[in-house]
């Protein structure tokens, strides 16, 4: 009887001590923003990049959970391409699906979702090869080498994880590298240079005369939840500053880590949050902006997911001659404009020469002429960092004026330098380590040789 007793006073407690914990911001968000992150970045570092399970796991999540890492276990479907993930494999259980053509989803409503859709590439990735003569026409081979062989270091002491490495001069590839689990077919989660791609997108429909980036009232998610937000523009939301509590900290409590990993519907659940500011008034980076833009241009694009995919192929990418990218969905079908952008390092690379290249393309102009300028002017109270979706260099970090860059999470970057006609893309997992890729960089400017088409590409004449 003491012993039934007893047994029956430890599942209380228990089942009490499990309730009120899966109430507290532990159970409501850290644990399941814990389990979402792996469930979610496995099936598409191992479905959509093509990367190693494990090795994924061990270089680009291990490091984010910390101590939370030994109790969250997942379990990797080869034949199914799902990945399930949970705290001692029960609780806060989440499960990402693959799907062709749309890369992985966090599925929480498995009765709205179809896992049976799929919408394949119709190309394949076309690589860019290097020519010798026309790179050493243009920079000195053993400094461009010395330059792409430091951004990768020692494996065995590195703790950058460079993964890729690609340089484009005035449109060709001059340099490429990959770390022996990375290939040219590797898609690289790109994170934030997602947004990168979201104000390319926005240029693309602004000169095709489709969307007014300024225009009020624009916006149907936030115009749904109340009238008053009709003066938030796309514009003020690809700068950062829609005024909206989606607070973006990486902690695993915070907005963002709730938004990303555990709602089915990321646009409403930004739309909804309270507004603190308004429009262009309050500058802070929050990913939940960009989702809301996202769902606004989408609209544009078709009328399904197979229609929009398409047309933001035919529309973004295609022009490019990008047929890699995957851009992943919510599980509402809105594209995550934000982070989930797959591409080779070279792909990535051809979104960058179209800015270096001042929005022209092949011959082909494709962006507004002021593009550039509005992509790259300063948003009131970033103190000088952001633009409209891209970073702006500080006045020491070493590279060209002019410089503006993509940059994503773990230290995805992309610089993009008009006046050198050059673009250096990075990818990698680096995590509480620097990955010095304003020094790869600068050393890819220094290997011009002098005197290119009229640019001085002295270093001792570059930005200290």
Known sequence: MIKRLLAGTAAVILVGGLAALNLSPVGRVYLPSGTGIVAKQTCSLTWVSGLDSEFARSVYLDPLLGAAGALITSEVDEEARTVSAGVLGIFWKQTAVWRDGLGCTLVHDSDAFDADLTVPA????????????FRDAHF???????AIDAAFGDPETDDRNTLGVAVLYQGQLVAERYAPQASRETRFHGWSMTKSAMT???????????????AEGAVPSLSAVSADYEDVTIEALLRM??????????????????MLFTQSDMTQYAATRDRLHAPLEHWQYMSGNTIMATHTMQQELGDDIPSRVQGLREILFEPLGMYSPILEMDETGTFQGSSYMY????????????YANEGVFDGERLLPEDWNAIVSTPTDGSNRAYGMGFWLPGEHDGVPEGTFMMSGFQSQWGFIMPEQDL???RF??????????YELAAAVVSALRQDQDGIETDPATQPE
């Open 122 to 133: 119709a190309q394949d990735f076309q690589p860019m090869e290097i020519d010798p003569a």
């Open 140 to 146: 000195d081979g053993t400094a461009l080498d010395a």
């Open 200 to 214: 390319t997108l926005a240029g693309r429909l602004q000169y095709q005369g489709v969307l007014d980036i300024e």
């Open 241 to 258: 500053a829609g005024g909206f509590a989606i607070a973006e900290t990486n902690t695993g409590f915070d907005p963002n880590s709730e």
């Open 343 to 354: 591409a080779t390092a070279q792909d990535w690379a051809r979104m960058g020469w179209l």
């Open 423 to 425: 673009v250096v893309v």
């Open 428 to 437: 990698g997992a680096t995590n509480r380590a620097s990955s010095r890729s």
